[in-house]
């Protein structure tokens, strides 16, 4: 960063080209960065199941809130079906 | 415990509360699959609506999520002033109170990007899909990266409609 800097106060000759090379390497990777970024948004957008999410939207806010209302009801019950084998297993 | 919709939305607005519903649970109202354990809710600090809110909530046993039991601590407007965001534990299930959320928006800045929902016999704000995937994609936690990507195709889909 301080070399970018050097080049904003104007310094000038070699040290300026330096400065100017290091400028565009920096925006060069941060335009990387952000290439990269997108790239992976894409990929994981594309691994995405549509049409467990077009089926959602067909529903009200109601019936979603209720189906996922369903779901948390049936993660807690393999929780505590999970606690109590391993409670069985340990010997307790 | 599961936490109900339901069960948490109606006594705020009986309760007079202003909020705007945010986070997972506006997620899964915007139709995402994903799931989620608590409600996030984005509260004004307005000194009536703290009030509103610190009476409507005290009925609930509200206590600090992950805080170890016994602790003296009292939920009234006075709590709620001295704090900003609050992770609770309620008889309702598991409630986080933001007076702002990540990226210091406050209800206010957040309320032009709401929308009213009719559900459970009340109508409440909710954040919009948009506003929501903006919050997530500031906060830039790895977490939210594929909820972000499902956000972003349920916009996509929201659109073709």
Same mark, same amino acid.
């Given at each position: 960063?301080?070399?970018?800097?050097?080049?904003?106060?104007?310094?000038?000759?070699?040290?300026?080209?330096?400065?100017?090379?290091?400028? #565009?390497?920096?925006?060069?990777?941060?335009?990387?960065?952000?290439?990269?970024?997108l790239?992976?948004?894409?990929e994981?957008?594309?691994?995405?199941?549509?049409?467990?999410?077009r089926?959602?939207?067909?529903l009200?806010?109601?019936?979603?809130?209720?189906? #996922?209302?369903?779901?948390?009801q049936?993660?807690?019950?393999?929780?505590?079906?999970?606690?109590?084998?391993?409670?069985?297993? &340990?010997?307790? | 415990?599961?936490?109900?919709?339901?069960q948490?939305?109606?006594?705020?607005?009986?309760?007079?509360?202003d909020f705007?519903?945010?986070?997972?649970?506006?997620?899964?109202? #915007?139709g995402?699959?994903?799931?989620?354990? &608590?409600v &996030?809710?984005?509260?004004?600090?307005?000194?009536?609506?703290?009030?509103r809110?610190?009476?409507?909530?005290?009925?609930?046993?509200?206590?600090?999520?992950?805080?170890?039991?016994?602790?003296?601590?009292?939920?009234?407007?006075?709590?709620?002033?001295?704090g900003?965001?609050?992770?609770?534990?309620?008889?309702?299930?598991?409630?986080?109170?933001?007076?702002?959320?990540i990226?210091?928006?406050?209800?206010?800045?957040?309320?032009? #990007?709401?929308?009213?929902?009719?559900?459970?016999?009340?109508?409440?704000?909710?954040? &919009?899909?948009?506003?929501l995937?903006?919050?997530?994609e500031?906060?830039?936690?790895?977490?939210?990266?594929?909820?972000?990507?499902?956000?972003?195709?349920?916009l996509?889909?929201?659109?073709?409609?």
């Amino acid at each position: 960063m301080s070399i970018v800097l050097q080049n904003t106060f104007g310094l000038g000759g070699g040290r300026f080209a330096v400065s100017r090379a290091a400028g #565009h390497c920096v925006i060069l990777t941060l335009m990387k960065m952000a290439a990269a970024k997108l790239e992976n948004l894409s990929e994981r957008m594309r691994d995405v199941d549509r049409t467990l999410l077009r089926e959602n939207l067909k529903l009200t806010f109601e019936q979603r809130a209720h189906k #996922h209302l369903r779901v948390l009801q049936m993660v807690e019950e393999l929780r505590r079906v999970g606690k109590k084998l391993r409670q069985k297993s &340990d010997g307790r | 415990m599961a936490v109900d919709l339901a069960q948490i939305i109606p006594p705020l607005i009986r309760g007079k509360v202003d909020f705007i519903l945010i986070g997972g649970m506006a997620a899964i109202l #915007h139709g995402s699959a994903r799931v989620t354990f &608590d409600v &996030d809710l984005a509260y004004s600090r307005t000194d009536d609506n703290i009030e509103r809110l610190a009476a409507t909530l005290a009925p609930h046993a509200p206590y600090l999520r992950g805080a170890p039991p016994n602790l003296p601590f009292t939920w009234d407007a006075k709590t709620i002033r001295s704090g900003l965001n609050f992770t609770l534990t309620t008889e309702l299930g598991d409630v986080d109170l933001l007076g702002e959320v990540i990226g210091g928006e406050s209800y206010s800045d957040l309320l032009p #990007h709401s929308f009213e929902v009719e559900a459970f016999g009340v109508r409440f704000k909710c954040i &919009d899909l948009p506003t929501l995937i903006r919050i997530k994609e500031t906060a830039g936690r790895p977490k939210d990266l594929e909820a972000i990507a499902e956000l972003r195709v349920l916009l996509e889909e929201s659109e073709k409609k």
